[in-house]
């Protein structure tokens, strides 16, 4: 504990005047130049706002340790905290919960209360500070029992104090080297549930090394205001602050959410027109707001159409359900095809539009380094749903199927024109023991048998066809010849080139055409 008095100013004549026009300057300063933006901004689109909007469910802790050694009584420290206090608890939200601890020796024990308990408390805080103390070490145990008892996602340590480290018959937490307080960091590491604990100094005239004593317990911790004049506006940076943290960690915790999709029912009865549908839309989230649209209903089979309502997009506050009908027009019950009739679909409707926040632009104006990252589309099983579609005739579908038919046609006439070619002109075929040769006349596509007889004494046969090929100019001939009992010899007779086969030569002379008269 600090026991030193502060020293009597001596008097400057003259003085009185300076002071005046000091404060009149001072009194003119704000009025010169804008305020800086505060968190208690009500005005649209400001953090206020925003953070009303994110953490208006669910609250934060706050443990406010007072230092009531006499120090603070005699700087007149301690009336200037009591007198603060009822300002900063009516500023917590209803979901918030508080304790004050005051300590000096020893601490009083940290029982998290509304703020509407809050205020009894503060009428059981000492008349005056007489202790003979500052054991922040008793002080921070206190807020941690507390806060252990508790599971808010975020909460604050505010230490309020003049004082540096006193604590002379405590052995826990007589120096910075005592073992108390690795303890209390293991106790700190231990909260369940993942609790955001930081630590907030506020120094009041010498007590501008609390961070010191901050910093040997919470591994988040703030210094406020070192001049220690300004504790109205501490306490709210503090709130502020945690505030803040807690909007964070709701944003962070959505990340991945957005929009359940889920059916009212299963329609029995084919979908005609004008048959409704109904879809359960439902926000994941936990503090962001949703909006979804345009809304429309997915899977309907080409030219179907519904109309939802409602008709524009769809707002949804954190955990939100609300139920959207679709209504199917004529359209559905109409389709193109090649004949007239009724044909029975199956389809898989789905629920379809872009899922964002209002809040998105807020967010990372507001909170560094924060950006809201939700499920873009709306999530859910398909509906499965039969449908009754009318065709009509087309005379786009027919003209498209004959276009196809001919083609098809064309290609199949074309590889047959290629495979059989037509024969054209004469074929000579002459012995060399026979004076005259034989002339064997060409023409249509299919094979031309001729006798060898006058030939060959033994007799034969040949077999004449034009040759697969490229269409236009005269095509080859494939020869197939048998002369008496021996095997089947063959090959393929140019235009105008001699060919020796089965010891007969063969001539093709291309040209003329139409059967022998």
Avoid at 112 to 119: M, N
Avoid at 131 to 144: I, M, Q
Avoid at 214 to 238: H, I, M, N, T
């Amino acid at each position: 504990m600090t026991t030193d008095r502060l020293p009597s100013r001596p008097r400057v004549p003259g003085l009185r005047p300076l002071l005046a026009l000091a404060v009149l300057l001072a009194l003119a300063a704000p009025l010169a130049q804008p305020l800086p933006a505060r968190a208690d901004d009500k005005r649209p689109g400001g953090l206020a706002a925003l953070l009303d909007r994110l953490v208006a469910r669910g609250g934060a802790n706050y443990a406010v340790a007072v230092d009531i050694s006499d120090s603070m009584e005699s700087s007149g420290y301690y009336a200037r905290t009591r007198k603060v206090l009822p300002a900063f608890i009516d500023s917590l939200t209803a979901d918030d919960r508080v304790c004050l601890v005051p300590f000096s020796e020893g601490a009083s024990e940290c029982e998290l209360v509304s703020k509407a308990e809050a205020k009894a408390q503060l009428a059981r805080l000492p008349e005056h500070a007489t202790g003979s103390a500052s054991n922040f070490g008793r002080a921070f145990e206190s807020a941690l029992d507390g806060l252990r008892r508790s599971n808010a996602e975020v909460s604050g340590v505010l230490l309020m104090s003049d004082a540096q480290l006193y604590a002379p018959d405590d052995s826990r937490f007589k120096t910075f080297e005592s073992p108390g307080w690795a303890a209390l960091r293991a106790k700190l590491a231990s909260l369940s549930g993942g609790q955001e604990v930081t630590g907030y100094g506020i120094p009041l005239g010498s007590g501008e090394k609390l961070g010191d004593v901050l910093a040997k317990v919470f591994p988040r911790y703030q210094l406020l205001d070192a001049s220690g004049e300004e504790l109205a506006d501490s306490l709210a940076r503090a709130h502020d602050d945690i505030r803040i943290r807690q909007a964070v960690k709701r944003v962070r915790a959505d990340e991945g959410k957005g929009v359940a999709v889920s059916w009212q029912a299963t329609p029995d009865e084919p979908l005609r027109a004008g048959g409704e549908i109904r879809a359960r839309l439902t926000a994941t989230t936990e503090a962001l707001p949703l909006r979804v649209g345009p809304l429309r209903l997915g899977g309907l089979p080409e030219g179907a159409r519904a109309s939802a309502e409602p008709s524009g997009p769809l707002e949804l506050g954190p955990g939100e359900r609300r139920d959207v009908v679709f209504t199917l027009d004529e359209a559905v019950e109409h389709a193109d095809g090649l004949f007239d009739g009724t044909d029975r679909e199956s389809w898989r409707l789905t629920v379809e539009g872009v899922v964002s926040s209002p809040l998105s632009a807020d967010v990372e104006r507001h909170l560094d380094g924060v950006s809201v990252n939700l499920a873009d589309r709306p999530k859910g099983e398909p509906l499965t749903a039969v449908g009754t579609v009318v065709t009509s005739a087309s005379a786009q579908w027919w003209a498209g199927v004959l276009g196809v038919l001919a083609v098809l046609l064309a290609a199949a006439g074309y590889l047959v024109l290629r495979r059989n070619r037509p024969m054209h002109g004469m074929l000579v075929a002459e012995a060399v023991d026979r004076p005259a040769p034989l002339r064997i006349r060409l023409y249509g596509r299919r094979t031309i048998t001729a006798d060898l007889s006058t030939l060959v004494e033994d007799g034969g046969t040949l077999w004449i066809k034009g040759s697969p090929g490229r269409l236009g100019g005269f095509p080859t001939l494939r020869l197939r010849c048998r002369i008496a009992d021996r095997a089947v010899r063959e090959a393929v007779c140019a235009p105008d080139e001699p060919l020796l086969l089965a010891g007969l030569e063969f001539r093709y002379q291309p040209g003329g055409s139409g059967p022998p008269g």
